[in-house]
């Protein structure tokens, strides 16, 4: 069913903290790990050991410059999957039913099944949350790991999706981002969450944490107390620059 | 975004297929016997044609029949369900016109009606996505029908009608660049609001998620032969509307006029059917430090 529903119970969601993620692809690794080998066609390769290797990614990381107008610069590494929006235009358009959001949790989904591999979907989702996969010709795109947030099979300790449970610097978390009380409600509150492209109108359900602003003060090193820098020396040390200076 | 052949064709044929049975349905022309044949019969290879070739870029055709269920939604869906009912209602009217010389008039409209709204539907797929602000705008679904009713009108062999079709077709082109290219930059969609990093300063693109290419770029970050974009503005607009149009003015009688008029049109319309993908930036690029 493409028509999305007006209401789910839960919206399980993903808080990126932008502050703590270091790049390592640590969750890409995860992701592309798990999902090669349970729900679904597996995310094949193209040319993977040759000399113009790509694949089907559903987790990726950007790394991008941000230059303040007073200020250094700094570097902030961006993972960025599926939203799960609420107003997600991936599943309105998708002419089959294959895509569609769940009404009990909010995770936006693909029956491959009945997926035609139009691509359409793609073209509607504004973040590239979706990969149509070269080998299968189906569309792909990121479950929340739905098999294994409610996978009784699985140490409840592994029952978050692939990249919240591998990530070696918490900056992702997984929760329910309809129960304001949740971990990561009051994360996305006390930390100011936002979304992503808001413009566009998607009402993203997953969140970023901006990063700290860099300290604006510049000019001093953290080593000034220890450097012994004077712009005019004076007393014995003034008299050996002068000299110094003269040789 | 990439300009699929299969989908260039499909467009391009598909829209005059349905712009020739507009006519018929109108009764604008009224062949029977084997003229009627002739007609219909270019108008159903033209449209059908154009339906098959953009299965060629599916990539699981074998659902293709569950694409008729979600119509609420989604237009590809209407789509798949307007054409198949206006060629099955064009059908029934060419019966009447080839074998009993009958021109049944209500079926005839609903069958125009529906070949227009098919079109309409076609040109919806692309002016709905928020995400393609090029495509976005009011000129998409016009520009589709202009293209489809002056290549039918031209078919039919109705020269006057065509050559003001064409005009209008080549005006609308140049509408359609002209806010086209303004369109991106009022979206709002900027690196900085795709990262949410604007509230701290600039955003630049330091290192891509991969140092190889992906379905991502390959499909929506077309950026191969924009420099040759003006150029091909120009042959588009003169071969696709004014050549024929100042063809069909001037020699509206001759049908060697009127197979180079069609044949210019049919080369300009693909041309200006590639740039209408190729040029188009979706806001995806963003993440990519590209457009």
């Not at chain 1, 950007?62 to 960025?80: C, D, L, M, R, Y």
């Not at chain 2, 694409?67 to 869906?77: E, H």
């Not at chain 2, 509206?252 to 069609?262: M, N, S």
Request: glycine share 10%; proline share 6%; with cysteine.
């Amino acid at each position: 069913m493409t028509q999305l529903p007006t209401h789910t119970d839960k919206k399980l969601g993903l808080v990126i903290d932008l502050d703590i993620c270091v790049g390592c692809h640590a969750c890409v690794v995860a992701c592309k790990g798990w999902n090669d080998q349970g729900y679904g066609a597996p995310l094949s390769d193209q040319d993977p050991y040759g000399g113009d290797p790509s694949g089907t990614f559903l987790n990726r990381v950007h790394s991008f410059e941000i230059t303040p107008e007073n200020g250094p610069a700094q570097v902030v590494h961006f993972p960025k999957s599926c939203l799960h929006c609420e107003d997600a235009p991936c599943v309105t358009v998708c002419p089959t039913g294959a895509s569609y959001k769940r009404t009990d949790d909010g995770i936006v989904l693909v029956n491959e099944d009945a997926c035609i591999g139009c691509g359409l979907c793609a073209w509607a989702c504004p973040y590239g949350a979706r990969e149509m996969d070269q080998a299968a010709g189906i569309m792909k795109k990121c479950t929340l790991c739905v098999d294994r947030i409610y996978n009784e099979n699985l140490p409840e300790i592994d029952r978050e999706p692939a990249c919240v449970r591998t990530c070696p610097t918490g900056a992702r978390a997984f929760g329910d981002l309809a129960d304001p009380d949740s971990a990561v409600s009051r994360s996305v509150a006390e930390r100011g969450g936002f979304d992503l492209m808001p413009e566009l109108g998607t009402k993203p359900v997953n969140q970023y944490l901006p990063p700290h602003p860099k300290d604006l003060d510049g000019d001093v090193d953290v080593l000034a107390p220890l450097l012994d820098i004077q712009p005019e020396a004076k007393g014995i040390l003034g008299w050996l620059d002068k000299l110094l200076g003269k040789l | 975004m990439h300009p699929a052949p299969s989908v260039i064709i499909f467009t391009v044929l598909s829209g005059i297929g349905f712009g020739l049975m507009t006519f018929l349905g109108l009764g604008a022309i009224a062949p029977t016997g084997w003229g009627a044949f002739g007609y219909f019969f270019l108008a159903y290879a033209l449209a059908v044609g154009g339906l098959l070739a953009s299965a060629l870029h599916l990539g699981n055709p074998k659902n293709a029949l569950l694409a008729f269920s979600q119509w609420q939604t989604s237009w590809l869906s209407r789509e798949a369900w307007l054409s198949v009912l206006a060629l099955i209602v064009m059908g029934l009217f060419a019966l009447g016109a080839v074998f009993f010389g009958a021109h049944v008039r209500f079926l005839g409209w609903i069958g125009a009606a529906l070949s227009i709204a098919t079109v309409l539907a076609t040109s919806m797929i692309y002016t709905q996505l928020k995400t393609v602000p090029r495509w976005n705008q009011w000129t998409t679904p016009l520009l589709f029908l202009a293209f489809s009713l002056s290549g039918g009108a031209m078919l039919a062999g109705l020269p006057r009608l065509a050559a003001l079709l064409l005009l209008a077709t080549g005006g609308l082109l140049v509408l359609h660049w002209r806010q086209g290219d303004t369109r991106f930059g009022a979206s709002g969609s900027t690196m900085e609001s795709a990262t949410g990093l604007g509230r701290i300063g600039k955003v630049r693109l330091l290192e891509p998620p991969h140092t190889g290419k992906n379905y991502l770029l390959k499909e929506m970050v077309y950026v191969v032969g924009r420099k040759h974009a003006l150029r091909l503005r120009w042959i588009a607009l003169v071969l696709a509307a004014m050549l024929p149009a100042l063809n069909l003015l001037l020699f509206p009688a001759g049908l060697g006029a009127l197979v180079v008029a069609v044949l210019a049109h049919l080369t300009g319309a693909f041309a200006a059917r590639w740039l209408f993908f190729a040029e188009a930036e979706h806001v995806v690029g963003l993440y990519y430090g590209k457009r």
